[in-house]
């Protein structure tokens, strides 16, 4: 039996992905939860505000995969802070309290989007979220390097471009920050696998896009990832079939105006 994952999110459209593809890898035993259990999928049922349930799912698990989010920008107050970051908090308790080695979060390039298109942020550099949504993932990071620091289990966080869930970026400001689903995949096995030494990294989770706004060859030597779609020779490519592409480019990484 391999590494023990718990992926939250498992329904959703990235979470899906991965919950399909780490499913089919030997080297992993996937428990995957949702608010709605899929017994078709075999996904189980998850309230990130249940605590006996957290405790009980993260039992014997190795790595956590945290990418469930309640999707509401409007009631930071109500929805954001109560459900996804004390949801987080009772997680990573739940992962400290049963000895889980490392959790990977599913953080957004919002984290940073109120940097210009024409710098080139690194993923220490200070934060500058763009919305409510962008805020909220900066503070599970920094919960996660609390965590960390204090010595209780490694903490990952991958800042996800575009990720529309199909074969190619539909816009312009999408060509510089998507990622496709079979680099998505590698990506968060590449973290999954990184050193055990490794107590904390934070990530943009591109793929090898030419215009990229972010420097991302270093994930080659620090934990082996390697991209293999380019969203620049994707839109070239639609470009050149007559595809319809946005142009919704803006003075903003995070596309606002």
Not at 205 to 214: H, L, Q, R, V
Request: net charge negative; glycine share 10%.
């Amino acid at each position: 039996m391999g590494r023990k994952l718990l992926l939250t999110g498992a329904a959703g459209v990235i979470g899906n992905v991965l919950y399909k593809g780490l499913k089919q890898d030997d080297r992993y035993d996937v428990i995957g939860a949702d608010i709605e259990a899929d017994e078709a999928q075999g996904i189980v049922k998850l309230d990130i505000a249940d605590e006996a349930r957290l405790l009980e799912l993260t039992k014997g698990v190795d790595t956590v995969l945290h990418f469930a989010w309640i999707k509401d920008n409007e009631d930071f107050l109500g929805k954001v802070l109560s459900g996804n970051v004390s949801g987080a908090y009772k997680l990573f308790e739940a992962a400290v309290e049963n000895g889980v080695r490392r959790v990977i979060f599913a953080s957004s390039n919002h984290a940073t989007g109120y940097y210009r298109t024409d710098e080139k942020p690194g993923p220490m550099d200070p934060y500058r979220p763009d919305s409510f949504y962008g805020l909220s993932k900066c503070y599970i990071e920094l919960l996660g390097r609390l965590y960390s620091d204090q010595g209780k289990l490694s903490s990952f966080n991958i800042r996800i471009g575009n990720f529309p869930g199909d074969d190619r970026p539909h816009s312009e400001r999408a060509g510089h920050i998507w990622i496709s689903e079979r680099d998505m995949l590698q990506l968060v096995v590449c973290c999954i696998e990184a050193d055990e030494k490794m107590a904390y990294l934070n990530l943009y989770g591109t793929s090898a896009n030419s215009d990229n706004y972010y420097n991302i060859d270093y994930l080659e030597e620090l934990i082996g990832y390697k991209p293999q779609d380019d969203a620049t020779e994707l839109l070239e490519q639609a470009k050149a079939a007559g595809r319809k592409i946005r142009q919704d480019e803006t003075i903003y990484q995070g596309g606002q105006e």
